[in-house]
Each structure stands twice: as structure tokens, then as C-alpha cells.
């Protein structure tokens, strides 16, 4: 997939991996639509890129903002051929204590955004591409998804966070044949520690800690890093169905 001149969609595009690809994405010549429910980073960052970019405030567990936001997207000459899906939230909670179980709510928020939110932005940006044009390759367009190692690899308190993310890997491959005949690709990347907000409010000690668990590099990844394959995704038209472990060689333990 070319991304010069490419309408592009980012969600979650305001901050962290997402802003990071949104900028890898402006700067790579596609047109790229940033959505985020944090309305003044998103509309700052559109600003700061200029010339195409543009926001557009959206909820991902709330499909008539996510319509709108490909909507805009769709406008772009040529259509919406790159979805990048970004948005995600955590909690931390064991499944039972001795105080008894896991709350049911915060279970359910998580997998509504990082599941039930992921799977709203591929369908409904899926469902736009179809109308476009084939490229010379065949190709209508490709979503990324962002899963995480704690799919495989879920520590203790992390029940919640890992079902949202072993669910997105478990949609890749489905959703990649079931678009095939349409020449889009749907491949998903699960990032291991990046330097992210996420991480951003922990003290400094403890995130040089973090960094040094990591086999190689031993440092916390860079939303760049995570950015650079994304658009390496779009590119190859080879990556279709497949979950890129992105994180130095990182097995997390169980604490």
C-alpha cells in the first residue's frame, strides 16, 4: 500500500503509539484523520502537522463518533486505505482476594474499549474501504490493530487487560480472511514496554527498572519504533493475518 497521498485513520491518534504514527503517517505524504476523545491534543497535534490533517473527536465505544471520524477519512482522494488502531485503557485488579472478587464493571470497561473498541474501528473502517479503487496490487486498503504481550504473557492483576488484548490477537487472523476477497489486509502489532503515558507517571527508578528487564534493547521502546512498523505494515503487502511481537525479546514473569 502507497502511503503518499493515502487517506489514513488513526484512533487513538492524540497521544503515545498513536500520535506517533499519526506524525509517521503526515510524514510519509497520507492524509491522515486523528481520533481521540481528548479533543485538545487531538485538534493541537492536526494543527502542528498541518496541510491534510485534520481531528475528529471520537469515542471508540461509541460507533456514531467512530462513523464520523472514517467518514472524513473516506473523503480523502482515493478513499480511506490505512486504519491504525491505538486506543486503549488498563486496570489492575486480582481476579479474587480474600476480599473478595474481581469487580465486574471494570472488566467490562476494558473489554469494551480495547476488544469492543478495537473491533468497532476495523469494521467500520473495513466496511468504507471496500468501496475504493484497487491499487496495481490489488490492494483496498490495511488496518493495524494493537494488541500487547500481555496476551501471552499476563501478569498477576492483569486478567482484564489480557482478555482485551488475547482478543484482538484472536480476531487478526479471522478478520484477515474474511476481508481477503477484498484485498484488505489486517495485520496487529503487541507492543512490550513503550515509554508511553501509561508509563509516563511512574518515578523515574522504577522506569529505568522496567527498561532493564528488556533483554535487548534494554531500554523502553520508543512510540517511533512502534510507528516505523506500522507504516512497514502498510507497505508490504506480505503482512496479512499475523501478530508482530514488538518488545526486545521481552517474556514478562508473572509479577
Same mark, same amino acid.
Given at each position: 500500500?502507497r502511503?503518499?497521498?493515502?487517506g !489514513? #485513520?488513526?484512533?487513538?491518534?492524540?497521544?503515545?503509539?498513536?500520535?506517533?504514527?499519526?506524525? %509517521? +503517517?503526515?510524514?510519509? /505524504?497520507?492524509?491522515?484523520?486523528?481520533?481521540?476523545?481528548?479533543?485538545?491534543?487531538g485538534s493541537?497535534l492536526?494543527?502542528?502537522?498541518?496541510?491534510?490533517?485534520?481531528?475528529?473527536?471520537?469515542? $471508540?465505544t461509541?460507533?456514531?463518533?467512530? %462513523?464520523?471520524?472514517v467518514?472524513?477519512?473516506?473523503?480523502?482522494?482515493?478513499?480511506l486505505?490505512?486504519?491504525?488502531?491505538?486506543?486503549?485503557?488498563?486496570?489492575?485488579?486480582?481476579?479474587?482476594?480474600?476480599?473478595?472478587?474481581?469487580?465486574?464493571?471494570?472488566?467490562e *470497561?476494558?473489554?469494551?474499549v480495547?476488544?469492543?473498541?478495537?473491533?468497532?474501528?476495523?469494521?467500520?473502517a473495513?466496511?468504507?474501504?471496500?468501496?475504493?479503487?484497487?491499487?496495481?496490487?490489488?490492494?483496498r486498503?490495511?488496518?493495524?490493530?494493537?494488541a500487547?504481550? !500481555?496476551?501471552y504473557?499476563?501478569?498477576?492483576?492483569?486478567v482484564?487487560?489480557?482478555?482485551?488484548?488475547? /482478543?484482538?490477537?484472536? +480476531?487478526? #487472523?479471522?478478520?484477515?480472511r474474511? +476481508?481477503?476477497r477484498?484485498?484488505? *489486509? $489486517?495485520c496487529?502489532i !503487541?507492543?512490550?514496554?513503550?515509554?508511553?503515558?501509561?508509563?509516563?507517571?511512574?518515578? %523515574?527508578?522504577a522506569?529505568?527498572? #522496567?527498561?532493564?528487564?528488556?533483554?535487548?534493547p534494554? *531500554?523502553? /521502546?520508543?512510540?517511533?519504533?512502534y510507528?516505523a512498523l !506500522?507504516?512497514?505494515?502498510?507497505?508490504?503487502?506480505?503482512?496479512?493475518g499475523?501478530?508482530?511481537r514488538?518488545? /526486545?525479546?521481552l517474556?514478562?514473569?508473572? *509479577?
Amino acid at each position: 500500500m502507497r502511503i503518499e497521498d493515502s487517506g !489514513a #485513520l488513526v484512533v487513538g491518534g492524540a497521544s503515545g503509539l498513536g500520535e506517533a504514527t499519526a506524525r %509517521e +503517517l503526515a510524514a510519509r /505524504g497520507a492524509r491522515v484523520v486523528i481520533a481521540d476523545i481528548d479533543e485538545a491534543r487531538g485538534s493541537a497535534l492536526a494543527s502542528e502537522l498541518g496541510g491534510d490533517a485534520a481531528f475528529r473527536p471520537a469515542d $471508540v465505544t461509541r460507533p456514531d463518533t467512530l %462513523e464520523a471520524a472514517v467518514a472524513a477519512a473516506a473523503d480523502a482522494p482515493g478513499g480511506l486505505r490505512i486504519s491504525v488502531h491505538c486506543a486503549g485503557i488498563g486496570s489492575a485488579e486480582r481476579i479474587a482476594t480474600q476480599r473478595g472478587a474481581h469487580a465486574l464493571e471494570p472488566f467490562e *470497561r476494558v473489554i469494551a474499549v480495547n476488544l469492543v473498541g478495537t473491533f468497532n474501528a476495523l469494521r467500520l473502517a473495513s466496511a468504507a474501504m471496500i468501496a475504493n479503487e484497487p491499487d496495481a496490487g490489488g490492494e483496498r486498503g490495511v488496518c493495524v490493530n494493537t494488541a500487547s504481550i !500481555a496476551a501471552y504473557d499476563g501478569q498477576i492483576g492483569q486478567v482484564a487487560y489480557s482478555a482485551s488484548k488475547g /482478543g484482538v490477537v484472536g +480476531l487478526t #487472523l479471522p478478520a484477515a480472511r474474511d +476481508l481477503s476477497r477484498f484485498g484488505i *489486509r $489486517v495485520c496487529t502489532i !503487541a507492543p512490550g514496554l513503550f515509554d508511553t503515558p501509561l508509563l509516563a507517571s511512574l518515578p %523515574e527508578e522504577a522506569r529505568a527498572a #522496567l527498561g532493564a528487564s528488556m533483554p535487548f534493547p534494554s *531500554r523502553l /521502546g520508543q512510540p517511533s519504533e512502534y510507528a516505523a512498523l !506500522a507504516a512497514h505494515i502498510a507497505e508490504n503487502p506480505m503482512l496479512n493475518g499475523e501478530v508482530i511481537r514488538l518488545d /526486545g525479546a521481552l517474556r514478562m514473569a508473572p *509479577r
